[in-house]
């Protein structure tokens, strides 16, 4: 079975870092795109980042330069470092696998890790 | 202002058909698959379509994808009370280099 559990969630103040990550198993993880989505309180969802199964990334123009995706295939676990966190970076922050063959996310989705940003 | 553009609401009595428009332009739905999620208040995201109109396991064949030039459409037959949430489409866009979403559509089950 696929699972997808993200940790490294907290309160945090403005200008703080902050790690998440997403320990992931049931499947083969490096032959897989990652994703971070997040969802800030009672909006929409919004891409973050991708990690390719090659370890091509890509970011969101709201955090590039401050967020950085990566990855350890042998443990089978995506990161997300985020640096420089402003207060519009509260959300809930998913971890999700992409469809196969593609970057795009697809059915395979984490249950969200919390991030608030205090100003 | 997303890159993708959906109607803020729909609504619907249940058995009746509902659609759910998304669009796009070139550089995202013009030559990208297009997948849609359908996301229940404090819970992740569900897939319902992936690559425009396929059905992952367990998605019953009352939810269908359809795609035509830059825009997309989920059309929800039979609907039920259950279906009340809200869906997003999204695609991959090149010109940003990265994953795009749809605002979001509030399906109300009248």
């Known amino acids: 079975e696929v699972q997808l559990l993200e940790s490294g969630g907290d309160l945090v103040q403005s200008g703080g870092s902050l790690r998440l990550s997403c320990a992931a198993s049931?499947?083969?993880?490096?032959?897989?795109?990652m994703n971070w989505v997040r969802q800030a309180p009672g909006k929409g969802l919004e891409w973050v980042s991708t990690?390719?199964?090659?370890?091509?990334?890509y970011y969101a123009d709201s955090v590039k330069g401050r967020f950085t995706v990566s990855k350890d295939n042998s443990k089978s676990t995506l990161f997300l470092q985020m640096n420089s966190l402003r207060v519009e970076d509260t959300a809930v922050y998913y971890c999700?696998?992409?469809?196969?063959?593609?970057?795009?996310?697809?059915?395979?989705w984490g249950q969200g890790t919390l991030v608030t940003v205090s100003s | 202002q997303s890159v993708l553009t959906q109607p803020p609401s729909a609504s619907g009595t249940p058995g009746q058909r509902v659609t759910i428009s998304c669009s796009g332009s070139?550089?995202?739905?013009?030559?990208?698959?297009v997948f849609w999620y359908r996301q229940l208040p404090g819970t992740a995201p569900k897939l319902l379509i992936y690559?425009?109109?396929q059905w992952p396991s367990g998605v019953p064949d009352r939810f269908s994808g359809s795609k035509s030039d830059t825009s997309a459409s989920l059309a929800i037959s039979g609907l039920r009370s259950e279906d009340e949430a809200d869906y997003y489409c999204?695609?991959?866009?090149?010109?940003?280099?990265?994953?795009?979403f749809g605002g979001g559509t509030k399906l109300t089950v009248l």
């Open positions: 999700a696998r992409a469809s196969g063959g593609t970057t795009i996310t697809g059915a395979r």
């Open positions: 049931g499947f083969t993880f490096s032959s897989y795109a």
């Open positions: 990690i390719s199964g090659g370890g091509d990334t």
């Open positions: 070139n550089s995202n739905i013009g030559s990208n698959y």
């Open positions: 690559k425009n109109n």
């Open positions: 999204a695609s991959w866009d090149d010109s940003l280099s990265g994953q795009v």
